[in-house]
Protein backbone atom coordinates (compact mmCIF):
# COMPACT_ATOMS: atom_id res chain seq x y z
CA UNK A 1 0.00 0.00 0.00
CA UNK A 2 2.63 2.35 1.09
CA UNK A 3 4.55 1.68 -2.27
CA UNK A 4 1.40 2.55 -4.16
CA UNK A 5 0.94 5.68 -2.18
CA UNK A 6 4.91 6.80 -2.92
CA UNK A 7 4.22 6.10 -6.62
CA UNK A 8 1.01 8.05 -6.46
CA UNK A 9 3.23 10.98 -4.93
CA UNK A 10 5.63 10.94 -7.87
CA UNK A 11 2.43 10.71 -10.29
CA UNK A 12 1.25 14.03 -8.88
CA UNK A 13 4.84 15.84 -8.64
CA UNK A 14 5.51 14.79 -12.67
CA UNK A 15 1.42 16.12 -13.17
CA UNK A 16 2.11 19.44 -11.67
CA UNK A 17 5.35 20.34 -13.64
CA UNK A 18 3.51 18.69 -16.94
CA UNK A 19 0.55 21.55 -15.63
CA UNK A 20 2.60 24.09 -15.69
CA UNK A 21 4.23 23.83 -18.85
CA UNK A 22 0.86 24.31 -20.65
CA UNK A 23 -0.59 27.51 -18.76
CA UNK A 24 -3.25 28.86 -21.31
CA UNK A 25 -4.89 25.44 -21.47
CA UNK A 26 -4.48 25.25 -17.43
CA UNK A 27 -6.90 28.34 -16.98
CA UNK A 28 -8.92 27.12 -19.83
CA UNK A 29 -10.19 23.95 -18.48
CA UNK A 30 -10.85 25.41 -14.94
CA UNK A 31 -12.89 28.03 -17.10
CA UNK A 32 -14.24 25.03 -18.61
CA UNK A 33 -15.74 22.72 -15.93
CA UNK A 34 -16.87 25.97 -14.25
CA UNK A 35 -19.10 26.66 -16.71
CA UNK A 36 -20.45 23.07 -16.76
CA UNK A 37 -21.14 23.63 -13.17
CA UNK A 38 -23.11 26.94 -13.91
CA UNK A 39 -25.24 25.31 -16.58
CA UNK A 40 -25.86 22.46 -14.77
CA UNK A 41 -26.90 24.64 -11.77
CA UNK A 42 -29.03 27.01 -13.85
CA UNK A 43 -30.74 24.22 -15.69
CA UNK A 44 -32.51 22.93 -12.55
CA UNK A 45 -32.99 26.68 -11.09
CA UNK A 46 -35.19 27.09 -14.29
CA UNK A 47 -36.83 23.89 -13.89
CA UNK A 48 -37.97 24.59 -10.48
CA UNK A 49 -39.21 28.09 -11.80
CA UNK A 50 -41.94 25.84 -12.93
CA UNK A 51 -42.72 22.67 -10.73
CA UNK A 52 -42.50 22.25 -7.41
CA UNK A 53 -40.94 18.98 -7.08
CA UNK A 54 -38.79 16.35 -9.03
CA UNK A 55 -39.53 12.83 -8.28
CA UNK A 56 -40.45 13.85 -4.80
CA UNK A 57 -37.29 15.63 -4.08
CA UNK A 58 -37.47 19.59 -3.26
CA UNK A 59 -35.27 21.74 -5.00
CA UNK A 60 -32.84 21.73 -2.27
CA UNK A 61 -32.57 18.07 -2.26
CA UNK A 62 -31.76 18.13 -6.02
CA UNK A 63 -29.15 20.60 -5.52
CA UNK A 64 -27.20 18.66 -3.15
CA UNK A 65 -27.57 15.86 -5.14
CA UNK A 66 -26.24 17.91 -8.08
CA UNK A 67 -23.45 19.03 -6.12
CA UNK A 68 -23.13 15.10 -5.38
CA UNK A 69 -23.00 14.48 -8.97
CA UNK A 70 -20.37 17.37 -9.85
CA UNK A 71 -18.18 16.30 -7.11
CA UNK A 72 -17.73 12.94 -8.87
CA UNK A 73 -17.16 14.28 -12.34
CA UNK A 74 -14.26 16.39 -10.83
CA UNK A 75 -13.05 13.84 -8.67
CA UNK A 76 -12.97 11.38 -11.44
CA UNK A 77 -11.81 14.44 -13.80
CA UNK A 78 -8.79 14.85 -11.57
CA UNK A 79 -7.52 11.57 -10.51
CA UNK A 80 -8.22 9.11 -13.78
CA UNK A 81 -9.90 11.02 -16.63
CA UNK A 82 -6.63 11.61 -18.45
CA UNK A 83 -4.69 8.28 -17.87
CA UNK A 84 -8.01 6.34 -19.42
CA UNK A 85 -8.44 9.10 -22.27
CA UNK A 86 -4.14 7.51 -23.24
CA UNK A 87 -5.40 3.63 -22.69
CA UNK A 88 -6.92 2.98 -26.39
CA UNK A 89 -3.88 4.50 -27.97
CA UNK A 90 -1.34 2.52 -26.26
CA UNK A 91 -3.05 -0.37 -26.62
CA UNK A 92 -3.85 -0.16 -30.39
CA UNK A 93 0.06 1.01 -31.17
CA UNK A 94 1.12 -1.92 -28.94
CA UNK A 95 3.01 0.32 -26.15
CA UNK A 96 1.53 -0.98 -23.60
CA UNK A 97 4.37 -3.53 -22.26
CA UNK A 98 6.00 -0.68 -20.47
CA UNK A 99 2.97 -0.46 -18.31
CA UNK A 100 2.86 -4.10 -18.12
CA UNK A 101 6.66 -4.78 -17.09
CA UNK A 102 6.32 -2.63 -13.75
CA UNK A 103 5.79 -4.52 -10.62
CA UNK A 104 2.82 -2.57 -9.68
CA UNK A 105 -1.13 -3.46 -11.05
CA UNK A 106 -1.21 -1.75 -14.48
CA UNK A 107 -4.33 -0.89 -14.07
CA UNK A 108 -3.44 1.00 -11.97
CA UNK A 109 -0.37 2.46 -13.28
CA UNK A 110 -2.63 3.35 -16.65
CA UNK A 111 -5.23 5.31 -14.68
CA UNK A 112 -3.83 7.28 -12.20
CA UNK A 113 -0.43 8.24 -13.77
CA UNK A 114 -1.81 12.00 -14.92
CA UNK A 115 -3.10 14.00 -12.22
CA UNK A 116 -5.37 17.02 -13.73
CA UNK A 117 -4.25 19.69 -11.71
CA UNK A 118 -6.86 21.70 -13.26
CA UNK A 119 -9.59 19.87 -12.36
CA UNK A 120 -8.10 19.49 -8.78
CA UNK A 121 -9.09 23.11 -8.59
CA UNK A 122 -12.30 21.85 -9.83
CA UNK A 123 -12.41 19.48 -7.01
CA UNK A 124 -12.73 22.38 -4.97
CA UNK A 125 -15.09 24.46 -6.79
CA UNK A 126 -17.39 21.56 -6.53
CA UNK A 127 -16.71 21.07 -3.06
CA UNK A 128 -17.52 24.78 -2.28
CA UNK A 129 -20.94 23.69 -4.52
CA UNK A 130 -22.11 21.37 -2.13
CA UNK A 131 -21.18 23.73 1.29
CA UNK A 132 -23.37 25.91 -0.63
CA UNK A 133 -26.28 23.36 -1.33
CA UNK A 134 -25.55 21.68 2.41
CA UNK A 135 -26.04 25.50 3.90
CA UNK A 136 -28.90 26.85 1.36
CA UNK A 137 -30.97 23.57 2.58
CA UNK A 138 -34.06 23.87 4.76
CA UNK A 139 -33.38 20.74 6.22
CA UNK A 140 -30.40 19.80 8.60
CA UNK A 141 -29.10 16.55 8.49
CA UNK A 142 -27.39 14.38 10.97
CA UNK A 143 -23.50 14.46 10.63
CA UNK A 144 -23.24 10.40 9.94
CA UNK A 145 -25.54 10.86 7.27
CA UNK A 146 -23.81 13.34 5.67
CA UNK A 147 -20.57 11.49 6.33
CA UNK A 148 -22.22 8.43 4.72
CA UNK A 149 -23.21 10.57 1.92
CA UNK A 150 -19.70 11.51 1.31
CA UNK A 151 -18.07 8.07 1.64
CA UNK A 152 -21.14 6.68 -1.17
CA UNK A 153 -20.09 9.88 -3.70
CA UNK A 154 -16.45 8.05 -3.40
CA UNK A 155 -17.69 5.08 -3.70
CA UNK A 156 -19.74 6.62 -6.75
CA UNK A 157 -16.35 8.08 -8.44
CA UNK A 158 -14.95 4.15 -8.58
CA UNK A 159 -18.19 2.95 -9.84
CA UNK A 160 -17.68 5.57 -12.40
CA UNK A 161 -14.32 4.58 -13.09
CA UNK A 162 -15.01 0.91 -13.25
CA UNK A 163 -17.13 1.03 -15.90
CA UNK A 164 -15.42 3.49 -18.23
CA UNK A 165 -12.73 0.49 -17.88
CA UNK A 166 -15.05 -1.59 -18.43
CA UNK A 167 -16.60 0.17 -21.69
CA UNK A 168 -12.36 0.64 -22.74
CA UNK A 169 -11.99 -2.59 -22.92
CA UNK A 170 -13.61 -3.92 -26.15
CA UNK A 171 -10.24 -2.17 -27.63
CA UNK A 172 -8.33 -5.07 -26.63
CA UNK A 173 -10.14 -7.28 -29.51
CA UNK A 174 -11.89 -4.11 -31.50
CA UNK A 175 -8.84 -2.10 -31.58
CA UNK A 176 -10.97 0.07 -32.64
CA UNK A 177 -10.62 4.02 -32.09
CA UNK A 178 -12.23 3.90 -28.37
CA UNK A 179 -14.02 1.33 -27.79
CA UNK A 180 -17.35 1.39 -26.58
CA UNK A 181 -16.19 4.50 -24.89
CA UNK A 182 -17.95 7.01 -26.62
CA UNK A 183 -21.41 5.57 -26.15
CA UNK A 184 -20.46 5.11 -22.32
CA UNK A 185 -20.24 8.58 -21.97
CA UNK A 186 -23.48 9.12 -23.71
CA UNK A 187 -24.87 6.83 -21.06
CA UNK A 188 -23.99 8.71 -18.14
CA UNK A 189 -26.49 11.11 -18.97
CA UNK A 190 -28.50 8.70 -16.98
CA UNK A 191 -26.50 9.47 -13.99
CA UNK A 192 -27.05 13.21 -14.72
CA UNK A 193 -30.67 12.99 -13.42
CA UNK A 194 -31.82 12.03 -10.19
CA UNK A 195 -32.36 8.47 -10.65
CA UNK A 196 -36.81 8.72 -8.85
CA UNK A 197 -37.74 10.54 -12.48
CA UNK A 198 -36.99 6.64 -14.47
CA UNK A 199 -39.31 3.98 -14.05
CA UNK A 200 -39.93 0.25 -15.33
CA UNK A 201 -37.05 -1.53 -17.49
CA UNK A 202 -35.02 1.67 -17.21
CA UNK A 203 -34.81 2.02 -13.84
CA UNK A 204 -34.06 -1.61 -13.44
CA UNK A 205 -31.57 -1.44 -15.70
CA UNK A 206 -30.09 1.97 -13.86
CA UNK A 207 -29.45 0.41 -10.79
CA UNK A 208 -28.55 -2.84 -11.68
CA UNK A 209 -26.82 -3.65 -15.07
CA UNK A 210 -25.62 -0.26 -15.85
CA UNK A 211 -25.90 1.16 -12.33
CA UNK A 212 -25.59 4.83 -13.21
CA UNK A 213 -27.70 5.79 -10.10
CA UNK A 214 -25.67 4.36 -7.67
CA UNK A 215 -23.33 7.13 -8.84
CA UNK A 216 -24.81 10.31 -7.69
CA UNK A 217 -28.09 9.64 -6.83
CA UNK A 218 -28.33 6.65 -4.60
CA UNK A 219 -25.75 8.60 -2.13
CA UNK A 220 -28.49 11.48 -1.95
CA UNK A 221 -30.91 9.08 -1.20
CA UNK A 222 -28.95 7.60 1.43
CA UNK A 223 -28.87 10.96 2.78
CA UNK A 224 -32.85 12.05 2.36
CA UNK A 225 -34.31 8.60 3.04
CA UNK A 226 -34.71 6.82 6.36
CA UNK A 227 -32.99 3.79 5.54
CA UNK A 228 -29.25 4.73 5.11
CA UNK A 229 -27.64 1.86 6.22
CA UNK A 230 -29.63 -0.32 3.38
CA UNK A 231 -28.80 2.32 0.40
CA UNK A 232 -25.29 2.30 1.47
CA UNK A 233 -24.96 -1.38 1.79
CA UNK A 234 -26.49 -1.80 -1.85
CA UNK A 235 -23.74 0.71 -3.29
CA UNK A 236 -20.82 -0.40 -1.68
CA UNK A 237 -22.35 -4.15 -3.31
CA UNK A 238 -22.73 -3.50 -6.30
CA UNK A 239 -19.20 -1.54 -6.20
CA UNK A 240 -17.31 -4.87 -5.34
CA UNK A 241 -19.10 -6.83 -7.67
CA UNK A 242 -18.31 -4.71 -10.47
CA UNK A 243 -14.33 -4.31 -9.27
CA UNK A 244 -14.40 -8.45 -9.47
CA UNK A 245 -15.83 -7.61 -12.98
CA UNK A 246 -13.46 -5.13 -14.46
CA UNK A 247 -10.05 -6.94 -13.01
CA UNK A 248 -11.54 -9.87 -14.54
CA UNK A 249 -12.31 -8.30 -17.64
CA UNK A 250 -9.02 -6.49 -17.90
CA UNK A 251 -7.26 -9.29 -17.67
CA UNK A 252 -9.08 -11.04 -19.99
CA UNK A 253 -8.04 -8.03 -22.99
CA UNK A 254 -4.32 -8.46 -21.54
CA UNK A 255 -4.36 -11.89 -22.94
CA UNK A 256 -5.56 -10.73 -25.95
CA UNK A 257 -2.63 -7.99 -26.34
CA UNK A 258 -0.29 -8.07 -28.65
CA UNK A 259 2.69 -6.03 -27.82
CA UNK A 260 4.53 -4.06 -31.35
CA UNK A 261 8.55 -4.83 -29.95
CA UNK A 262 10.19 -7.55 -31.37
CA UNK B 1 -14.53 25.32 -57.52
CA UNK B 2 -14.75 22.05 -58.89
CA UNK B 3 -12.41 20.84 -56.40
CA UNK B 4 -15.28 21.36 -53.29
CA UNK B 5 -17.41 18.66 -55.08
CA UNK B 6 -14.26 16.31 -55.21
CA UNK B 7 -13.01 16.98 -51.65
CA UNK B 8 -16.48 17.03 -50.38
CA UNK B 9 -16.86 13.44 -52.01
CA UNK B 10 -13.95 12.51 -50.04
CA UNK B 11 -14.97 13.65 -47.06
CA UNK B 12 -18.04 11.92 -47.01
CA UNK B 13 -16.73 8.58 -47.61
CA UNK B 14 -14.07 9.30 -44.84
CA UNK B 15 -16.81 9.98 -42.50
CA UNK B 16 -18.72 6.83 -43.53
CA UNK B 17 -15.91 4.88 -43.81
CA UNK B 18 -16.44 3.55 -40.14
CA UNK B 19 -20.14 3.01 -40.55
CA UNK B 20 -20.90 1.20 -37.60
CA UNK B 21 -19.57 3.71 -35.66
CA UNK B 22 -21.35 6.28 -37.24
CA UNK B 23 -24.72 4.50 -37.05
CA UNK B 24 -24.23 3.05 -33.41
CA UNK B 25 -22.80 6.10 -31.74
CA UNK B 26 -25.85 7.67 -33.45
CA UNK B 27 -28.44 5.85 -32.40
CA UNK B 28 -27.29 5.88 -29.01
CA UNK B 29 -27.29 9.32 -28.79
CA UNK B 30 -30.77 10.17 -30.01
CA UNK B 31 -32.31 7.67 -27.86
CA UNK B 32 -30.72 8.15 -24.23
CA UNK B 33 -30.69 12.36 -25.18
CA UNK B 34 -34.56 11.39 -25.89
CA UNK B 35 -35.23 8.34 -23.20
CA UNK B 36 -33.92 10.95 -20.36
CA UNK B 37 -35.54 13.96 -21.76
CA UNK B 38 -38.94 11.75 -21.86
CA UNK B 39 -38.71 10.49 -18.12
CA UNK B 40 -37.43 13.98 -17.04
CA UNK B 41 -40.37 16.06 -18.28
CA UNK B 42 -42.73 13.22 -17.76
CA UNK B 43 -41.71 13.66 -13.59
CA UNK B 44 -41.93 18.08 -14.28
CA UNK B 45 -45.58 17.81 -15.65
CA UNK B 46 -46.17 15.34 -12.81
CA UNK B 47 -44.79 18.11 -9.63
CA UNK B 48 -46.86 20.31 -11.80
CA UNK B 49 -49.94 22.01 -10.79
CA UNK B 50 -50.40 22.89 -14.53
CA UNK B 51 -50.59 21.05 -18.25
CA UNK B 52 -49.18 23.49 -20.22
CA UNK B 53 -45.23 24.57 -19.30
CA UNK B 54 -43.81 27.64 -21.07
CA UNK B 55 -46.30 27.25 -23.39
CA UNK B 56 -45.70 23.54 -23.79
CA UNK B 57 -47.90 20.47 -23.26
CA UNK B 58 -46.08 17.18 -22.33
CA UNK B 59 -46.73 16.35 -26.23
CA UNK B 60 -45.39 19.23 -28.02
CA UNK B 61 -42.49 19.45 -25.06
CA UNK B 62 -41.76 15.87 -26.45
CA UNK B 63 -42.07 17.28 -29.96
CA UNK B 64 -39.25 19.55 -29.06
CA UNK B 65 -36.45 17.58 -27.42
CA UNK B 66 -37.21 15.25 -30.30
CA UNK B 67 -35.70 17.56 -32.48
CA UNK B 68 -33.34 18.32 -30.51
CA UNK B 69 -30.54 15.70 -30.72
CA UNK B 70 -31.28 16.28 -34.65
CA UNK B 71 -31.03 19.76 -34.73
CA UNK B 72 -27.70 19.10 -32.51
CA UNK B 73 -26.12 17.07 -34.85
CA UNK B 74 -26.54 19.45 -37.69
CA UNK B 75 -25.76 22.63 -36.20
CA UNK B 76 -22.56 21.54 -34.20
CA UNK B 77 -21.40 19.83 -37.60
CA UNK B 78 -18.11 18.19 -37.07
CA UNK B 79 -16.10 18.99 -34.07
CA UNK B 80 -13.17 17.32 -33.57
CA UNK B 81 -11.23 20.19 -33.28
CA UNK B 82 -9.15 19.81 -36.42
CA UNK B 83 -8.54 22.95 -37.15
CA UNK B 84 -6.66 23.65 -33.83
CA UNK B 85 -4.70 20.57 -34.17
CA UNK B 86 -3.54 21.37 -37.89
CA UNK B 87 -2.30 24.65 -36.33
CA UNK B 88 -0.97 23.23 -33.44
CA UNK B 89 1.35 20.45 -35.25
CA UNK B 90 1.78 22.28 -38.48
CA UNK B 91 -0.39 20.88 -40.70
CA UNK B 92 -1.52 24.21 -41.59
CA UNK B 93 1.52 24.03 -43.61
CA UNK B 94 0.05 21.81 -46.70
CA UNK B 95 -3.18 24.33 -46.94
CA UNK B 96 -1.12 27.12 -47.37
CA UNK B 97 1.16 25.34 -49.98
CA UNK B 98 -2.35 23.81 -52.26
CA UNK B 99 -4.25 26.08 -54.44
CA UNK B 100 -7.01 25.72 -51.85
CA UNK B 101 -7.99 27.97 -48.61
CA UNK B 102 -8.01 26.27 -45.62
CA UNK B 103 -10.82 28.36 -44.55
CA UNK B 104 -12.79 27.06 -47.51
CA UNK B 105 -11.79 23.75 -46.93
CA UNK B 106 -13.06 23.61 -43.13
CA UNK B 107 -16.45 25.25 -44.21
CA UNK B 108 -16.82 22.43 -46.61
CA UNK B 109 -16.31 19.40 -44.15
CA UNK B 110 -19.02 21.10 -42.14
CA UNK B 111 -21.77 21.05 -45.04
CA UNK B 112 -20.74 17.52 -45.75
CA UNK B 113 -21.42 16.47 -42.05
CA UNK B 114 -24.37 18.46 -42.05
CA UNK B 115 -25.84 17.36 -45.22
CA UNK B 116 -25.29 13.27 -43.52
CA UNK B 117 -26.42 14.61 -40.27
CA UNK B 118 -30.10 15.94 -42.38
CA UNK B 119 -29.67 12.62 -43.85
CA UNK B 120 -29.56 10.74 -40.73
CA UNK B 121 -32.32 13.20 -39.30
CA UNK B 122 -34.95 12.06 -42.07
CA UNK B 123 -34.85 8.63 -40.74
CA UNK B 124 -34.19 8.64 -37.62
CA UNK B 125 -36.79 10.97 -36.66
CA UNK B 126 -39.54 9.83 -37.47
CA UNK B 127 -38.07 5.81 -36.49
CA UNK B 128 -37.90 7.74 -32.65
CA UNK B 129 -41.14 9.25 -32.94
CA UNK B 130 -42.58 5.74 -33.67
CA UNK B 131 -41.14 4.26 -30.84
CA UNK B 132 -41.83 6.74 -27.96
CA UNK B 133 -45.41 7.42 -29.60
CA UNK B 134 -45.24 10.63 -31.06
CA UNK B 135 -46.98 11.67 -34.13
CA UNK B 136 -44.48 13.81 -36.21
CA UNK B 137 -46.64 16.29 -38.25
CA UNK B 138 -44.63 16.46 -41.96
CA UNK B 139 -45.24 20.01 -43.09
CA UNK B 140 -42.71 19.71 -46.23
CA UNK B 141 -42.42 23.81 -45.74
CA UNK B 142 -41.37 23.78 -42.22
CA UNK B 143 -39.08 21.24 -43.15
CA UNK B 144 -37.45 22.55 -46.30
CA UNK B 145 -36.96 25.74 -44.02
CA UNK B 146 -35.64 24.09 -40.90
CA UNK B 147 -33.03 22.64 -43.60
CA UNK B 148 -32.10 25.85 -44.72
CA UNK B 149 -32.24 27.24 -40.63
CA UNK B 150 -29.90 24.61 -40.03
CA UNK B 151 -27.18 25.32 -42.91
CA UNK B 152 -27.36 29.25 -41.36
CA UNK B 153 -26.80 27.93 -37.87
CA UNK B 154 -24.85 25.71 -38.46
CA UNK B 155 -22.55 28.50 -40.58
CA UNK B 156 -23.17 30.87 -37.53
CA UNK B 157 -21.76 28.29 -34.71
CA UNK B 158 -18.85 27.10 -37.32
CA UNK B 159 -17.51 30.98 -37.29
CA UNK B 160 -17.80 30.95 -33.45
CA UNK B 161 -16.00 27.57 -32.98
CA UNK B 162 -13.47 28.21 -35.64
CA UNK B 163 -12.59 31.46 -33.97
CA UNK B 164 -11.96 30.02 -30.84
CA UNK B 165 -9.78 26.95 -32.48
CA UNK B 166 -7.92 29.86 -34.17
CA UNK B 167 -6.60 30.47 -30.61
CA UNK B 168 -4.22 27.86 -31.34
CA UNK B 169 -2.10 30.16 -33.25
CA UNK B 170 -0.85 31.63 -29.12
CA UNK B 171 -2.34 29.03 -27.14
CA UNK B 172 -1.34 24.98 -27.04
CA UNK B 173 -4.60 23.84 -26.19
CA UNK B 174 -7.46 24.91 -26.69
CA UNK B 175 -10.20 22.56 -27.15
CA UNK B 176 -11.50 23.36 -24.17
CA UNK B 177 -12.64 26.91 -25.48
CA UNK B 178 -14.40 24.81 -27.75
CA UNK B 179 -16.12 22.54 -25.27
CA UNK B 180 -17.23 25.61 -23.45
CA UNK B 181 -18.60 27.23 -26.33
CA UNK B 182 -20.38 24.05 -26.20
CA UNK B 183 -21.98 24.26 -23.01
CA UNK B 184 -23.16 28.38 -23.50
CA UNK B 185 -24.37 27.63 -27.32
CA UNK B 186 -26.56 24.58 -26.11
CA UNK B 187 -27.90 26.18 -23.17
CA UNK B 188 -28.52 29.56 -24.26
CA UNK B 189 -29.59 28.26 -27.62
CA UNK B 190 -32.50 26.38 -26.33
CA UNK B 191 -30.81 22.88 -26.41
CA UNK B 192 -31.16 22.10 -22.40
CA UNK B 193 -34.17 23.94 -21.82
CA UNK B 194 -36.85 25.41 -24.16
CA UNK B 195 -36.22 29.59 -24.85
CA UNK B 196 -39.95 29.88 -23.34
CA UNK B 197 -38.81 28.90 -20.16
CA UNK B 198 -36.56 31.02 -19.37
CA UNK B 199 -37.60 34.43 -17.28
CA UNK B 200 -38.99 36.85 -19.52
CA UNK B 201 -35.62 39.35 -18.34
CA UNK B 202 -33.24 37.28 -19.70
CA UNK B 203 -35.23 36.06 -23.12
CA UNK B 204 -35.60 39.46 -23.83
CA UNK B 205 -31.19 39.82 -23.33
CA UNK B 206 -30.54 36.38 -24.78
CA UNK B 207 -32.86 37.48 -28.16
CA UNK B 208 -30.06 40.42 -28.21
CA UNK B 209 -27.37 37.56 -28.66
CA UNK B 210 -26.86 35.20 -31.67
CA UNK B 211 -27.11 32.10 -29.12
CA UNK B 212 -31.36 31.32 -29.69
CA UNK B 213 -30.20 31.68 -33.46
CA UNK B 214 -28.46 28.28 -32.85
CA UNK B 215 -30.57 25.49 -32.12
CA UNK B 216 -34.19 27.24 -30.75
CA UNK B 217 -35.11 29.07 -34.15
CA UNK B 218 -33.98 25.68 -36.05
CA UNK B 219 -35.80 23.73 -34.30
CA UNK B 220 -39.23 25.67 -33.94
CA UNK B 221 -38.57 25.89 -37.68
CA UNK B 222 -38.75 22.50 -37.49
CA UNK B 223 -41.33 21.62 -35.66
CA UNK B 224 -43.55 24.14 -36.95
CA UNK B 225 -44.15 26.61 -34.12
CA UNK B 226 -42.47 29.36 -35.94
CA UNK B 227 -44.60 30.72 -38.61
CA UNK B 228 -43.57 30.90 -42.23
CA UNK B 229 -42.67 34.30 -41.86
CA UNK B 230 -40.69 33.57 -38.84
CA UNK B 231 -38.74 31.22 -39.96
CA UNK B 232 -37.55 33.24 -42.55
CA UNK B 233 -37.00 36.69 -39.96
CA UNK B 234 -35.05 34.26 -37.79
CA UNK B 235 -32.81 32.43 -40.52
CA UNK B 236 -32.15 36.51 -42.45
CA UNK B 237 -31.67 37.82 -38.63
CA UNK B 238 -28.73 34.14 -38.26
CA UNK B 239 -27.08 34.85 -41.34
CA UNK B 240 -26.83 38.24 -40.35
CA UNK B 241 -24.88 37.29 -37.20
CA UNK B 242 -22.50 35.19 -39.36
CA UNK B 243 -21.34 38.41 -41.03
CA UNK B 244 -19.60 39.65 -38.34
CA UNK B 245 -18.55 36.02 -36.85
CA UNK B 246 -17.07 35.41 -40.16
CA UNK B 247 -15.14 39.27 -40.11
CA UNK B 248 -14.13 38.31 -36.49
CA UNK B 249 -12.60 35.19 -37.58
CA UNK B 250 -10.99 35.77 -41.11
CA UNK B 251 -9.06 38.71 -38.66
CA UNK B 252 -8.11 36.01 -36.54
CA UNK B 253 -7.20 34.02 -38.68
CA UNK B 254 -4.55 36.79 -40.54
CA UNK B 255 -3.38 38.15 -37.66
CA UNK B 256 -2.64 34.09 -36.78
CA UNK B 257 -0.71 33.52 -40.01
CA UNK B 258 1.56 36.43 -39.39
CA UNK B 259 2.68 34.29 -36.37
CA UNK B 260 2.33 31.22 -37.75
CA UNK B 261 6.04 29.36 -37.82
CA UNK B 262 4.99 26.31 -39.81
CA UNK B 263 7.26 24.34 -37.09
CA UNK B 264 4.31 22.40 -35.14
CA UNK B 265 4.76 21.46 -31.35
Redesign the interface.
Known amino acids: MMRYLRLYKHFVKFSLMQAMQFRFDFFFKIAMDCIFYLVNILFYKILFAHTGGLAGWSESQVMIFLAGFLMVDAIQMTVISSGCWMIPGLVNKGELDYYLLRPVSSLFFLSTRSFAFDSFINVLVAAGILVWAFVTSPVTYPLYKILIFLFLTLNGTYLFFQMRIIALAPIFWTHSGRGLEMIYWTLTKFGERPDGIFRGVVRLVLVSIMPFAIMSSFPARALFQENTWEVAGYCVAVVLVLHFVMVKIWNFGLKSYSSASS | MSWVLEAGKLEAKRFLS?RV?FW??FA??VM??I??AY??W????Q???TTV??GYTFHQMLMYYLFVPFVGRMVKSLEDFSLATEIREGGLNKFLIYPLSFIQYKIMQKVVYTSLAILQSFLGIFIVAYIIGIKVNFDISNFALGIVAAYASMLLYGMMLMTLEMIAF?????W??G??LR??AM?FGGA??PLN???EWSLKILMMTPFPYLFSNTIKTFIGENTFYQSLEGIGITLLWVIPMALIMLGTYRKGLRQYSGIGI
Do not use: R
Open positions: YDLQVNAETVFLEAIYGSLIGWADSVSLVMFIFFIMFP
